[in-house]
């Protein structure tokens, strides 16, 4: 048995961690839930879905606080300290940039909503998804294969993101005409592919997690 297997021996089924890390995966679900249905909605009927993602982000930073918190309070954790860190962060960095992405539209009064924006909310959702998966599997640890297929198909929605993010950029500048419009359309697309770059980043500490406990 290594020193993190003994470890994790010797800590009781955890009753504050990994509930929020469920919680916290799971409200990532509806941030992202929210948004894709948000952008499927005429501009007017958008505003309670994105007041939703508002109080669904402030919800991220509650939980994100409590898991340092219990950090601080805790000598013996279920694995690395770092590690509960960095998956916390990396977790609130994607609601942060889901909210940032809704926040954008209202600010700008995005009426026409692009198949790109459209796509990029979808992938972002599985990629969410795929986090949860993951997610759930570290209560024991067993099914490492689990976290990382999970992990896998993440990094493919990333690449997938980037290939959408291109595309519609170079579609911006190209049809176009609008200054205005080329700024706040860049704007929400761009926070939307740092979105699923996040994602990528949960998934690199969710491997890292399953690497130790292999």
Known sequence: MN???FFQFLVPKDKKFFP???EASSNLIEIATNLHE???LPLKEREV???KIDALEQKGEDITRQTNLELSRNFITPFDREDIHSLITSIDNVADNLHGAASRM???QVDKITKSIRKLTEINLEACQNIDVAVRELRDLK???NITDACVRINKLENKSDNVYDKAVLDLFENETDAKNIIKYKEVLSVL???ADKCKSVASVL???SVKHS
């Open 193 to 195: 592919e740092t979105a």
């Open 106 to 108: 209202r600010l700008y």
């Open 49 to 51: 879905l994105f007041q």
């Open 3 to 5: 020193i993190n297997n």
């Open 143 to 145: 099914k490492i294969k």
């Open 38 to 40: 948000a952008v499927n």
């Open 20 to 22: 929020l890390f469920e």
């Open 207 to 209: 491997e890292s997690i």
